[in-house]
Each structure stands twice: as structure tokens, then as C-alpha cells.
């Protein structure tokens, strides 16, 4: 075979002042402006230089030289029997000069840390939208021009054009290609437009090159992190990215709709057990059941004598924080669907100020609890504080399976509100549950069945613990089940 080589090519270009200069693109992308560097990939050599780098005007370029036999050789180390699959013949046989998703994945090995928006030099300017250009010159379309509107049009561009590419320009005749020419304007945080085109790229070519394993899923989310759970057309991009493998897509839009409601969520007033009755003398100020949740938690960790803990469905922080002034926990990882709530807890945290050490014991992750997930097996204890009950009863089987199926720690926390309770709380109009997000809450029969229920199935024993003042009739505000595994189960571990 005849070697070709095939270039895809994008520019990001920016404006600037003398105090501002449009050059510090360089520190964002980690691409010094005065250098033309390049990068060998799996498919071929990414090339980054600076057409323009002043003050006023800065243009990053990414050119990418595909090479087809390090496509095919690719393809036949991780095929069967040797044969490049059929998609890799195609990037070989009738792509000339555009393929989009080899240039997303350029641009996640290339800029890496921009992708993620980690600037050391500029932290400042890495959170803060900035003037943006983006050219792509020939890019693959599958559904044209409008689609391409579609789609960069809800993300907070001021200008979306994309041009029809003519077959061939001296034969207008024969009508547009498959190709447009993009330009993107607009006030944006470079993270976000390299995420953004890093789905969108792929989506629009509609022809991804590799075999979409299910960690797809994760990487679709991580990049549509902040715009993908609220775009319109979140379904055609989630399928299409995924190759329409129809079981990854579900769970993809699944995971979206959870963010979407925990990000809702997030927004909404705080629980009302969080407030402090304004009207009680400041000298005698009752100590908000949240924080007696958290003394109950850390109290039956330490009886359990854990060290290492998860804590799912961490929310904004507040429980890792207060287990991270504990020198007795070595480890402690946070697990939340929702990504705001994880940006609140690391700033609470204050991740990216913290000393090597105290970083080394805590770790933030995204996640969905109704999911198995590896990297929650080989811990002490998970808490599960104030989290069951944001779940859709139905989908209470699969948390269970994957905490007590699947994660399997020896101590398992878990608190809800106790309905029985609400009559209780003045502020709290009768039938209604105390948080907007609630999507049930039990009495303590009905917690109890459950939690019996759960042990029995997972090898676990259960003792129920009351948290707050625990009223003769109606009980205590909040209930916690103590669960540990069987000494039979441990050993088997
Ligand atoms: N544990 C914290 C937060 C409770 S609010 C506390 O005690 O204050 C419930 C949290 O569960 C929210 O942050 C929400 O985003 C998260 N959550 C809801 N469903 C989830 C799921 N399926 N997977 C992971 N987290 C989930």
C-alpha cells in the first residue's frame, strides 16, 4: 500500500492587551508560542505552532498527518485474526483530508491539561471566559450545515457559521460535499471549547474509527461536563458518539438525567433540616441536625475503626471535610453524579491549594451509585448520608447491588429522614417531604424492612441508630442503619 499522508487541521486563535496579552493561549494550552512542536499519536504526528503570537492576536494551530499504516496497524493489534476492521479501511481508502475523530483524539493528547482546564502559571485566566476563534477549515458533516447550528448553537457562541464546502470549486455544479467550514466565536473558558469540540468533532463525522468500549460513557460525560446534560440535542450527540450502541447510550442519558436533577438540586434551598430556627435565643443555638448527622457518622466510623471510607453521594463537601480533620482516616474519597456539587466541595476543600500530604488522602470522583464501579472496591466503610432517598425507588435495587453486591465494604452507613418525623417540623406543611429532591421517605417500619432486607441478601448485620432528639412518639428526626459484614462474609473476602 502507498503511503498518503492525510491532514486535518484546526485553529484556536484569541485577542488580547499589552496587559493581557493574547500570547498567555500559549500557557493555557501548555504550547509555548515560540516553538513549533510535535507529537507523535496513535495515528500519526500532531503538529502545534503559532501562526500568530502577539500581544493583540495569538492562533494556536493543530495539524494532524494521519498515517494509514499506523491506522491498520493499529487496528490489526487490537482486531482479530489480523484484519483491519472495515472502519479503518475506510479512514485509509476515502478520507482525504478530514477526520475529525482522529483530530479529537490529537487534541486530548495534545492539550491534555487545557482539556481540563488546569493552567499552574495562569490559574486565574483558566476559569475566566475569554475572546475565542475556532476554525476548522473541512469538516466532516453528516447532516450539513444545520446540524452543525444545532449544535454549537446552545453553547454560548456569539457566531456560528458553517459553510457548505463546494465537491470541487471548479465545477460548482456538482454541488456541496460532506464538508462545511466552521468558525466559532465567542466569550468562552478555552476547557469548555476544546471539551465541546472534542464530542462535537466526532459526532459531526459520525464515523468514530475505534471500538467504543464502555468507558466511552465516562469520557462523554467528563467532556460534557457543565453543557451536554442541558443541550436539546444531547440525544443524537450521546448516541452518535457512542456508535448508537443503543445499552451505552441509555446509560449515558440515564447518568445525564441524574446530573441534571442533582445539578437542580444544587440550586434549590438546602435541606430544610440544614436551617436554624431564626427565632431561638443565639445562646442556645441548636446544633443543625446536619451537623449531629455528620458526629453520629464519624462516631460509628471510628467504632468500626475504618480508615479508609467512601463517601457516596458526598454532595457539596462538608462530610470529607470534617473526615479529613480526622488524622485517623488515611483515605477518604468523595463520589458524587453531580458535577457542581463536586466543583463546590473542591473549592471547600481547597484541593488545589492543599499540601502533598493532605492531598494524598482525599480524592474527589464522579460517579453514579447505580452503577457497579471498580474503583469502590477495597475500602473500610461507605456512608450513604441523606442519598437513598434522591433515587426513584426502582432504581434502589441497583445501588444496593452496587454498594453491597459489587463495592462490598465492611461497614456501610446509611441515614434518611424518618417521615414519621415531619409533623414536627413547624416550617413543613403537612404530607409534604423536606426536600424538593426527595423522592420518598420511609418510616422506621419501612427503613427497617429495607435495611433488614439488604443484610440478609449481602451478608451484612444491621443495627438501626437514631440521630437528633429521639421523640417518644414519632421518633427521631433522622435514622441510621449500621450495617457490618458478617464474620463468615469477611473471611470469605
Ligand atoms: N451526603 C451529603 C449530600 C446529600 S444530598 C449530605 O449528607 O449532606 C444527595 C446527594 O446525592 C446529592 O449530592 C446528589 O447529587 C447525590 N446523588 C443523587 N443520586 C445519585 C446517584 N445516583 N449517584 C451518585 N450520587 C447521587
Known amino acids: 500500500m502507498r503511503t498518503i499522508l492525510k491532514r486535518v487541521f484546526l485553529t484556536i486563535s484569541t485577542t488580547g492587551t499589552v496587559e493581557r496579552p493574547a500570547t498567555d493561549l500559549g500557557y493555557l494550552l501548555h504550547k509555548h508560542p515560540d516553538k513549533a512542536q510535535a507529537f507523535s499519536t496513535s495515528h500519526g504526528t500532531a503538529h502545534v505552532f503559532y501562526p500568530e503570537a502577539s500581544a493583540e492576536r495569538c492562533t494556536a494551530a493543530l495539524l494532524l498527518e494521519v498515517d494509514p499504516v499506523a491506522l491498520v496497524r493499529r487496528g490489526k493489534g487490537k482486531g482479530r485474526g489480523g484484519a483491519p476492521d472495515s472502519a479503518l479501511a475506510q479512514y485509509v481508502n476515502d478520507r482525504p483530508y478530514a477526520a475529525s475523530s482522529l483530530l479529537a483524539v490529537a ?47 446552545p453553547l454560548g457562541w456569539s457566531t456560528v457559521e458553517a459553510e457548505p464546502v463546494a465537491l470541487d470549486e471548479q465545477f460548482p455544479e456538482w454541488g456541496d460535499s460532506r464538508y462545511v467550514q466552521l468558525v466559532l466565536e465567542g466569550e468562552l473558558r478555552l476547557a469548555d471549547a476544546l471539551r465541546q469540540l472534542y464530542v462535537l468533532l466526532p459526532v459531526l463525522d459520525d464515523a468514530k474509527h475505534y471500538w467504543v468500549a464502555p468507558d466511552e460513557v465516562d469520557k462523554l460525560l467528563r467532556a460534557g461536563e457543565g453543557w451536554l446534560a442541558e443541550h436539546p440535542e444531547q440525544k443524537l450527540i450521546t448516541s452518535r458518539y457512542l456508535s448508537r450502541r443503543w445499552g451505552l447510550t441509555r446509560q449515558a442519558m440515564e447518568r445525564l438525567e441524574l446530573v441534571r436533577l442533582a445539578e437542580a438540586d444544587d440550586l434549590a434551598v438546602e435541606d430544610i433540616d440544614n436551617a436554624v430556627d431564626e427565632t431561638t435565643d443565639t445562646e442556645e443555638r441548636p446544633v443543625p441536625l446536619a451537623e449531629q448527622r455528620r458526629a453520629a457518622v464519624l462516631e460509628a466510623l471510628h467504632a468500626a475503626g475504618a480508615s479508609r471510607v467512601l463517601d457516596l453521594g458526598c454532595g457539596q463537601g462538608q462530610l470529607v471535610q470534617a473526615l479529613l480533620k480526622d488524622t485517623r482516616f488515611t483515605e477518604i474519597v468523595g463520589v458524587d453524579v453531580s458535577v457542581r456539587a463536586l466543583t463546590v466541595a473542591g473549592r471547600r476543600l481547597k484541593l488545589d491549594r492543599m499540601g502533598e500530604r493532605q492531598a494524598s488522602r482525599v480524592k474527589l470522583m464522579q460517579g453514579s451509585l447505580t452503577y457497579t464501579d471498580k474503583r469502590l472496591t477495597g475500602y473500610d466503610a461507605a456512608v450513604l448520608s441523606e442519598v437513598i432517598e434522591h433515587l426513584d425507588l426502582p432504581r434502589l435495587p441497583a445501588l444496593e447491588y452496587a454498594v453491597f453486591g459489587s463495592a462490598r465494604p465492611r461497614t456501610v452507613l446509611v441515614t434518611t429522614p424518618n417521615v414519621e418525623y415531619n409533623v414536627r417540623w413547624e416550617s413543613l406543611p403537612a404530607g409534604h417531604v423536606r426536600h424538593g429532591d426527595h423522592r420518598f421517605e ?48 469477611a473471611k470469605a473476602a
Open 442 to 489: 420511609w418510616t422506621r417500619q419501612e427503613f427497617r424492612d429495607w435495611a433488614e432486607g439488604v443484610a440478609e441478601r449481602h451478608g451484612y448485620g444491621v443495627r438501626l441508630v437514631p440521630v437528633g432528639p429521639d421523640d417518644p412518639e414519632v421518633g427521631p428526626p433522622t435514622q441510621m442503619a449500621v450495617f457490618e459484614m458478617t464474620e463468615k462474609e
Open 107 to 153: 487534541l486530548t493528547t495534545v492539550f491534555k491539561s487545557a482539556l481540563r482546564g488546569v493552567c499552574a502559571a495562569l490559574p486565574g485566566r483558566v476559569e475566566a471566559p475569554m475572546p475565542l476563534r475556532v476554525e476548522v477549515p473541512a469538516l466532516p458533516a453528516r447532516g450539513g450545515a444545520e446540524l452543525v447550528r444545532k449544535l454549537f448553537g
